[in-house]
């Protein structure tokens, strides 16, 4: 079966080297900016490739219960390397706005209270600091397994709101987001018969 065979390759990968690779993209992206392989706005094209890159990790953490429960795939003991990594993406995401983009702290405020696509990419940000804050085995242990699982169902609305934002902010009709935002749509359906057959068996 091509589900044990995954499950038996991967059994002695360790998640660790995930976050030496999560390093490249970010170093190679400022390379291609600071040598003009960003084109003529290349704050702008890291702001975007970063941002684009957490919401492909958003929904790569998305994936991993779905492909468990319906592919008998596991790839669980990734699944908080994935989300940290997601969010470091994020932090460098929203650091580019900041400081290379706006660089004024009155006109960041404003932009966020003025420019809904900001205040919803603001507000996935928010929603993330939590998740990354408890995202190791103290903070399990501290809020116990049921509390820390609800605690971070709060990706699924940070996601959503990923997928929103970027839908948002891209001029004109573009595809592209809209294929991301049914993405996450789909994942999030996919726990809602799970979900509704908890209730029932409680």
Known sequence: MLAKRINGALRHVPAWPLYIVAVVPPVW????????????EPIKALEHELGEL??????A???????????????LRYR?????????YVVLHLLVWLVLDVQILSQIWADIIKRPYITV?????????PLA??????????????????LHKLVYAAALLGGVHFLMLVKGFQIEPLIYLAIIVGLLALRLPLATGARQRA
């Open 133 to 150: 804050a408890t995202s190791n085995n103290a903070s399990i242990r501290k809020l116990g397994g049921k509390r820390w699982r609800q």
């Open 54 to 59: 957490a919401l492909q990790l958003l929904i």
């Open 80 to 88: 908080r390397a994935v989300g940290l990594i997601a969010f470091f």
């Open 29 to 40: 992206l400022l390379w291609q900016g600071l040598t003009g392989g960003l084109g003529v």
């Open 61 to 75: 953490g998305l994936c991993i219960t779905p492909l468990r429960r319906f592919a008998g795939v596991n790839l």
């Open 121 to 129: 990419g603001m507000a996935a940000f928010v929603l993330l600091i």
